[in-house]
């Protein structure tokens, strides 16, 4: 039965939920381009305007030259510097959250019997001096082949070591398979599937490195899909900023793989579409800026139900779901509470007063009093949030919520949620 296991289709050895996958890497890149950086192998340094950048060689090849190099028409999604993303549709946007957050969700029909729904999920962290960058990345695939269905999950990350004794650093890549199940789903008569049925092969994800670039890639054939991903380095004394090569990721789709694409079934997030709508348009219809709306579809859009186990921003989420009760009322919240996570004094000073083990949480923390407190409508809560915020951050509050008039969120009946706070 398609239950048994199915190893013949899993690339790598990542066939059991909960496997775990290591990569080492201490490729030297390409060429030396500016103090700290290299460029890729397929990509060379040019002079502009006094500036070193890294293009790529290929005329036909386009991209981050100290990322990746893709065919020019190829649809990526770019997640990358501290960070921000260049989405489907070509335009930028800034991710300031440190909660989980989803990128893409599409529907692919490659065939009347087939189809597949893929979500891409990620999450950055705060590093020093308050930049964030790329730390994970989630990859859900489930696939259903007439009567039978495959589900799987691969979770990303990794880390950047200093190498003893070498002008080059080391590299951990890490693949984790967090769940694979194959599945009968039966209609009429009773559905008994080979173990050497082969159908959901090319629909499954296989893992590999890139051993000079220091990239973890992982395909899916039958897609055309290939995330790239180079991880930040966890250690506060290697600074993400002048690693030779940058951290952040890829999402690519072969130009003629887009046509499986549903758009009607697929949902809009942040990643857009090729053809639109952009981010920019729907701002628009919400008469908002679009980086608020940025906001709210990383807040809209966050989880924790695919390899993320992070109770403050789950809380957060519910917060904003349920506890906001109006369009309006959640963005009134992320006009104000986004400048914890976005305004850069703050977080140049939080992360320069404190530990990482301190400041992330307290963070989070900080960012839920507020979601609470304007969407529950609670001065009570917002004026212990004003006096709070500087005691124990030791930094000035970002000015939107120094301006805050607490008294004028009050109403009548404060829904303060299931919330608790806890600074560290």
């Given at each position: 039965m398609i239950s048994r296991l199915f190893l013949a289709v899993f690339g790598l050895g990542l066939a059991l939920a909960q496997q775990e996958y290591r990569l080492y890497t201490n490729g030297p890149g390409g060429e030396q381009c500016s103090k700290h950086h290299v460029c890729l192998k397929e990509a060379h340094c040019v002079d502009k305007?006094?500036?070193?950048?890294?293009?790529?060689?290929?005329?036909?090849?386009?991209?981050?030259?100290?990322?990746?190099?893709?065919?020019?028409?190829?649809?990526?999604?770019w997640i990358q510097n501290d960070p921000h993303m260049k989405n489907f549709h070509r335009e930028f946007a800034s991710l300031h959250t440190p909660?989980?957050?989803?990128?893409?969700?599409?529907?692919?029909?490659?065939?009347?019997?087939?189809?597949?729904?893929?979500?891409?999920?990620?999450q950055n962290e705060l590093f020093h001096e308050g930049h964030y960058f790329l730390s994970k990345l989630t990859m859900s695939t489930t696939v259903y082949l007439a009567n039978d269905m495959?589900?799987?999950?691969?979770?990303?990350?990794?880390?950047?070591?200093?190498?003893?004794?070498?002008?080059?650093?080391?590299?951990?890549?890490?693949a984790r398979s967090l769940d694979t199940t194959l599945s009968e789903q039966p209609k009429g008569m009773y559905n008994v599937v080979s173990t050497n049925d082969t159908r959901f092969e090319e629909y499954t994800m296989t893992v590999d490195k890139d051993a000079v670039d220091n990239l973890l890639l992982v395909s899916i054939k039958g897609l055309g899909i290939t995330l790239f991903f180079r991880p930040p380095n966890e250690d506060a004394s290697l600074d993400n900023m002048f690693l030779p090569l940058v951290p952040g990721a890829v999402f690519n789709i072969k130009r003629e793989n887009w046509g499986m694409?549903?758009?009607?079934?697929?949902?809009?997030?942040?990643?857009?579409?090729?053809?639109?709508?952009?981010?920019?348009?729907?701002?628009?219809?919400?008469?908002?800026?679009?980086p608020l709306y940025v906001q709210y579809l990383l807040l809209a859009n966050s989880t924790t139900e695919i390899g993320y186990d992070d109770s403050v921003c789950y809380e957060t989420h519910r917060i904003f779901k349920d506890v906001c009760q109006t369009e309006e009322d959640k963005l009134s919240m992320l006009a104000v509470c986004n400048s914890i996570y976005s305004d850069p004094a703050f977080l140049y000073c939080l992360t320069e007063q404190h530990s990482m083990e301190?400041?992330?949480?307290?963070?989070?923390?900080f960012f839920q009093m507020c979601?609470?407190?304007?969407?529950?409508?609670?001065s009570t809560i917002c004026e212990k949030m004003q006096q709070d915020m500087p005691k124990?951050?030791?930094?000035?509050?970002?000015?939107?919520?120094?301006?805050?008039?607490?008294?004028?969120?009050?109403?009548a009946t404060a829904r303060t949620g299931r919330g608790r706070f806890y600074f560290y």
């Open positions: 305007m006094g500036v070193p950048m890294c293009e790529c060689t290929d005329p036909k090849m386009s991209g981050n030259g100290k990322l990746q190099c893709l065919p020019s028409q190829d649809h990526n999604v909660c989980p957050y989803r990128v893409l969700n599409l529907v692919f029909r490659p065939d009347k019997d087939i189809e597949i729904f893929l979500d891409l999920f990620a495959m589900k799987q999950v691969m979770q990303f990350e990794g880390d950047v070591h200093s190498a003893d004794n070498s002008q080059f650093l080391n590299y951990t890549l890490l694409v549903d758009e009607a079934r697929s949902e809009f997030d942040i990643a857009s579409f090729p053809d639109g709508p952009s981010l920019k348009d729907k701002a628009t219809e919400l008469q908002v800026s679009k301190e400041y992330r949480p307290m963070h989070k923390a979601a609470n407190s304007l969407c529950s409508k609670s124990v951050t030791g930094c000035h509050l970002p000015s939107k919520i120094q301006e805050l008039d607490c008294n004028s969120i009050k109403g």
